[in-house]
């Protein structure tokens, strides 16, 4: 048995052989982006590959190198894409990866593959990308079906209010805050510099974007709430309910799709 689940860290044989064994593929997909001052740029790639890690482990599945680039970081959602450090692919670049890595995933035999995103603005041109690719198999003849997903909309009320105590500023704003920083803390407690955490009001944005955006209505810190609330603690919550219900959903799906899967769809690329 393979003591990783990490494509990154497998030989070609042993990965051939999980795609053989009917392993489904997990891309993690984040984004190069400001998280202020006491956050890696990569926060999103290294959420969305612990998940993406907990998810292959529950479902005996294969976690892709992630994506590191992501689409534009968004003024009501991200502090905006003004700002050094963020890093970004334009729309047409991010549905080019997405449905390339599909086909090429189903190239190598996987009959089910799996985007989990991490960074908001990925997801629609994550599903054009993922559509496309699905379509063009299809009309190939081949079997293959995909699940997109972001991992926050697996966090439920009740996590949400152990943690935040009445206080939850909301999804729109939780840009670097506490469930991020809390995660981090967690999962990477050596990256978070949490004496730098400006503790500020969460930002007042319009329920609007303009364009060019107005630098000025970002706050100083580029996160758009505060995370001096963040703990390990939480994050240890976050992390464990989090992967047990994003286990629990896809895990029963991707039965579901396998169930569906003609006994001929066999993969192309075995071990010799």
Known sequence: MPT??????????????????????????????????????QTDVLLAKAMSTRLAEAVDGVVAAPVVYGYK???????????????????????AIARTLTLEFAR???????????????????????????????????DVSAILLSYWDFVDDETIEEIYRGAFPGWDVEHGGVLETSLMLHLH???????????????????????????????????????????????RLLLDRTSAALAAAIGAELRTASDLIPAHATPRFTTP
């Open 108 to 142: 190598h035999g996987a009959r089910q593959v799996v985007f989990l995103n991490g960074h908001f603005e990925n997801y629609q041109f994550l599903y054009e990308g993922v559509e496309l690719a699905t379509t063009e198999l299809k009309q190939r003849g081949e």
């Open 189 to 235: 407690p050596e990256l978070v510099r949490l004496e730098r955490v400006m503790d500020l009001p969460a930002a007042q944005l319009p329920r609007y974007d303009r364009l060019p955006v107005r630098p000025e209505l970002t706050p100083i810190s580029g996160c758009l709430s505060s995370a001096a609330a963040a703990s390990e603690s939480a994050g």
């Open 4 to 41: 990783t689940v990490l494509m990154e860290e497998l030989d070609a044989f042993t990965y051939r052989e999980m795609i053989g064994r009917g392993a489904p593929v997990i891309v993690p997909v984040g984004a190069t982006e400001q998280h202020g001052p006491h956050l890696p740029l």
């Open 73 to 95: 970081s968004q003024q009501r959602s991200g502090g905006g894409n003004h700002l050094a450090g963020t890093t970004s692919l334009d729309a047409t670049t991010i549905i």
